[in-house]
Structures are given as C-alpha cells and as structure tokens.
C-alpha cells in the first residue's frame, strides 16, 4: 500500500522501535531517543543521551525505559523529560 508517513530521524535507526497505539520511540544513532506520532508522524520529543543505548526501548504505561551506560532509565512518555 501507499506511505502514510515518513518521519525524518536524527540518524539510522539503532535498534527495533518500541511501538503502541499511542506512540512509536526510537532510538536513532544509539544516543538519540525520539517519540513519534503514530497517527500523523509528527515528533513528539527528542533527547540525546550521553550514553549508548544497547538494548530497544520499552513503552509501559506513561512510562519509556531504556537500559544502557549501567543504568536503567525511566522518561515521562509524552515529554520525553
């Protein structure tokens, strides 16, 4: 079928995209998260980390979780903050 959205990354993709009715989060050249739109593809948030993140991110509740640099990371799902 045809694209219904493109939405531009900060760089590639690093790992698999956590997805849900609400929100796709992206972890874009291992250090960048972003939070899109999955209705319309606009970007919701996006934060660089000093850190890798070796591992796909997790949506749970209101709740990102990323692993990585030794620790376990939680972000507010619709601010990214």
């Known amino acids: 079928g045809e694209v219904a ?3 531009k990354l900060a760089a590639p993709a690093s ?3 956590a997805v ?3 929100a796709i989060v992206v972890v874009s050249g291992g250090r960048t998260v972003e939070a899109i739109d999955p209705a319309t593809g606009k970007h919701r948030w996006r934060i660089h ?3 890798i993140v070796p591992l796909p991110p997790r949506i ?3 709740s990102v979780w990323l692993a ?3 620790a376990v990371r939680r972000h507010r799902r619709h601010r990214g903050a």
């Open 60 to 62: 749970l509740g209101y």
């Open 5 to 7: 959205w493109a939405a």
């Open 15 to 17: 790992q698999a995209p």
């Open 49 to 51: 980390l000093r850190h």
């Open 68 to 70: 990585g640099g030794g």
């Open 20 to 22: 849900d009715d609400d």
